[in-house]
């Protein structure tokens, strides 16, 4: 399968500054000029699909035939296995308006113990990124972490649901862990740690050859 190449300006379709980030740290080795969705003014558009890469497409849609630029939107979220794959696409949803991702947490250990569910809590984090172009051509991606969740949550880094996730073969949590451990991209182009490394990593193979 032949993949579009990616050179120039990019729109990173996103107006979550932890995923903003985390893009512009995955792009930085690459020649490519990444300007943000909120700096172009680009609305967000409603979330109305069923699966993480249908979100993911529809928003780097949108932000392509806005800006008139390759658009790269990630789309991704927490699923816990005893809740029946919860919050999964309602990860951002979770947090309410207040984006109070602290409360969230505390929902997802409040529903384990209605539940009566025993540690381990199997968790995984999944991203599915998309990249379009004006004329609707799209690439998607798709990455998955698999981890056990830990209460209270530990650490002050990274974002949203990092702090209760301690992804297998390690005993720290995204949270205690700096940008560099969790995207965990190893030089040798072996498997990166996050989910949304890990989609990266397949999408710099196919389109930022
Ligand atoms: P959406 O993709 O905009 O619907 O939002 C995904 C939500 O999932 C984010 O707001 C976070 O709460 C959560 N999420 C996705 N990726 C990560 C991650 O790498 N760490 C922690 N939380 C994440």
């Known amino acids: 399968m032949t993949h579009r190449k990616l050179a120039g300006r990019l729109v990173a379709a996103t107006h979550n500054s932890g995923k903003l980030r985390e893009l512009r740290e995955l792009l930085a080795p690459y020649a490519i000029d990444v300007v943000s969705a ?3 003014g680009l609305a967000e558009p409603e ?12 928003k780097a849609i949108a932000a392509s035939r806005a800006s008139g630029l390759p658009a790269l939107a990630d789309d991704s979220g927490l699923c816990v296995e005893a809740l029946g794959g919860a ?3 309602y990860s951002a949803r979770w947090a309410g308006e207040g984006k109070d991702f602290a409360a969230a947490m505390r929902r997802i250990e409040a529903e384990l113990e209605a ?3 025993p540690p381990p809590w199997r968790a995984y984090f999944v991203s599915a990124l998309a990249l379009a172009w004006p004329d609707d051509h799209v690439e998607n991606f798709e990455g998955r972490v698999d981890g056990a969740l830990v209460f209270p949550p530990r650490g002050e880094r990274g974002f949203g649901y990092d702090p209760i996730f301690v992804p297998d073969g390690h005993d ?4 205690e862990m700096s940008a ?4 965990g991209l ?3 182009g072996s498997r990166a740690l ?5 989609a990266f990593q397949d999408l710099a193979r196919a389109c930022l050859g």
Not at 47 to 58: I, M, P, V
Not at 172 to 175: E, N
Not at 194 to 198: G, L, V
Request: hydrophobic share 35%; net charge negative; proline share 5%.
């Open 194 to 198: 996050s989910h949304r490394a890990r």
């Open 115 to 117: 539940m009566g569910a």
């Open 87 to 89: 919050p999964g696409v």
């Open 186 to 188: 190893p030089a040798d």
């Open 180 to 183: 560099e451990e969790k995207h």
């Open 47 to 58: 979330e109305t699909g069923e699966t993480f890469a249908a979100n993911a497409t529809l």
């Open 172 to 175: 720290r949590s995204f949270g």
């Open 38 to 40: 909120g700096a172009l």
